[in-house]
């Protein structure tokens, strides 16, 4: 079964940057598209953005593009997010997900670190 | 980028079925690709996902919950509701933007009476 474990998460003052990680105890992690979704206290899921099976193609919501970035490494299977310039409004849950066929259908989560922009 | 917009509750006694729309664009719901897939979200808990490609289920998914699509507006249904359904729904969507994004559904609160 897929386990995947964030971390990193924490309380940080605005325009700030942190950098969170995800662990994957599958050995087919390098398979697939890797995907962050956020969702602030109370409220609905935000996707913000993917990485392809290598690493070289990104994709970003429109709200954090510039200032958030996804890496993954194969070797370790980890996925990254760096947070750079936080804003009152990046304060959410932040989970990682395996994309199963590169289609949006994310059959695995983490159960999310939790992320704090103070002011 | 704007959500895909959900009714915020829908509710029905057991044993009832009950639809979930989700209404978006012909720039992702509506688009040429067939990605939209539905979650579910227990309190305190991470979302599962029930449904791909508009109408696939999962292995380990019970066939109560079916997906379709028509024009812009695609659902969910879930057939003989039971108390263990009431959760929070979201849907998501491929949107073909330059560059392609992912958005989600406002999501809807399902209530068993």
């Known amino acids: 079964e897929v386990q995947l474990v964030e971390s990193g998460g924490g309380v940080v003052q605005r325009g700030g940057s942190l950098r969170l990680s995800c662990a994957d105890s599958?050995?087919?992690?390098?398979?697939?598209?890797m995907n962050w979704v956020r969702q602030a206290p109370g409220k609905g899921l935000e996707w913000v953005g993917n990485v392809d099976q290598g690493g070289n193609m990104q994709h970003y919501v429109d709200s954090v593009r510039g200032r958030f970035f996804i890496s993954r490494d194969n070797t370790k299977r980890s996925l990254y997010l760096q947070m750079n310039n936080l804003r009152d409004e990046d304060t959410a849950l932040y989970y990682c997900?395996?994309?199963?066929?590169?289609?949006?259908?994310?059959?695995?989560w983490g159960q999310g670190t939790l992320v704090t922009v103070s002011s | 980028q704007s959500a895909l917009t959900q009714p915020a509750s829908v509710s029905g006694s057991p044993g009832q079925s009950i639809t979930i729309s989700c209404v978006g664009t012909s720039s992702d719901v509506g688009g040429e690709y067939n990605y939209i897939s539905w979650y579910q979200q227990h309190p305190g808990q991470a979302p599962k996902l029930m449904i791909f490609d508009v109408s696939n289920r999962p292995s380990g998914i019970s066939n109560r919950f079916s997906g379709s699509r028509t024009g812009n507006t695609a659902s969910l249904t879930i057939s003989g509701l039971q108390a263990e359904d009431e959760a929070d729904y979201y849907c998501n969507s491929f949107r073909r933007a330059s560059p392609p994004v992912y958005v989600f559904g406002t999501g809807t609160t399902v209530t068993v009476l």
């Open positions: 997900a395996r994309d199963r066929h590169g289609h949006g259908d994310l059959d695995s």
């Open positions: 599958d050995y087919s992690f390098s398979n697939y598209w």
